[in-house]
């Protein structure tokens, strides 16, 4: 079955310091999205992917970046991590319908001290 | 720009009664509405979506919604709740224009449904 990971599944890293957040899917999907989760936020977009070597800011994009260099694959660095960021990490798959939904991974819990 | 709003963060219910998770609306141009549910340490998973067509959304495990477009709303409905619908659920919106194929979601309301 098609499905999207996430990895790693939970993170603690110290202030500074740069993380990835690897995200993999076999739906052969070209739209690919970061969503972080906070209480009384909801889930916000960070970046996003509409195919190889797109690439878009979301609504929360400062310290991050992506990169897409195959379908399967958008992996979200977080170039020098703050507190601020201490988060749960989702990413999500959809296909070129506007009407399609969007497919979540399990998500990445990130601390960081 | 799109947004949703839910209204409650809360919402409990009695088991076997009918439960309600409401969910506004703003976008421009026509609405794609989602329902998504989260249980503990998971991902969202899709429940329902309103495209065009019937306003009342049948969806996954008896869940369905009624879009309202005078109201702009578009909640969340169960006849009978059951103790395993306990969880987050979120509405989301996707704007009708072209490309915009990402969702805006709401805050989430947590629902406990009561034994």
């Known amino acids: 079955d098609a499905e999207i990971t996430q990895s790693p599944r939970h993170k603690i890293t110290e202030t500074g310091r740069q993380v990835t957040l690897a995200c993999h899917q076999t739906?052969?999907?070209?739209?690919m999205f970061w969503y972080r989760q906070d209480l009384g936020h909801g889930l916000r977009l960070i970046h996003y992917s509409y195919g190889v070597q797109d690439t878009n800011k979301g609504e929360v994009s400062d310290g991050y970046s992506v990169s897409r260099s195959n379908t399967e694959d958008l992996p979200l660095t977080l170039e020098s991590a703050a507190s601020s960021q201490t988060s749960v990490y989702f990413c999500a798959s959809s296909g070129t319908r506007l009407s399609g939904e969007l497919f979540f991974g399990e998500g990445s819990r990130l601390t960081v001290l | 720009a799109q947004s949703v709003a839910q209204p409650e963060d809360q919402v409990n219910v009695a088991e076997g009664n009918p439960l309600t998770v409401k969910c506004t609306y703003s976008v421009s141009g026509n609405p794609y509405l989602f329902w998504y549910v989260q249980y503990p340490n998971r991902g969202l998973q899709f429940l329902l979506k309103?495209?065009?067509?019937?306003?009342l959304v049948k969806g996954s495990y008896g869940f369905e919604a009624e879009f309202n477009k005078s109201q702009t709303s578009f909640h969340l409905k169960k006849p009978s709740a059951l103790v395993s619908d306990s969880a987050l659920y979120f509405c989301?919106?996707?704007?009708?224009?072209?490309?915009?194929?990402?969702?805006?979601f709401g805050t989430g309301t947590r629902l406990t449904v009561i034994p």
């Open positions: 739906w052969n999907h070209n739209n």
């Open positions: 989301a919106v996707r704007g009708g224009q072209t490309g915009a194929n990402n969702l805006f």
């Open positions: 309103y495209i065009t067509g019937d306003n």
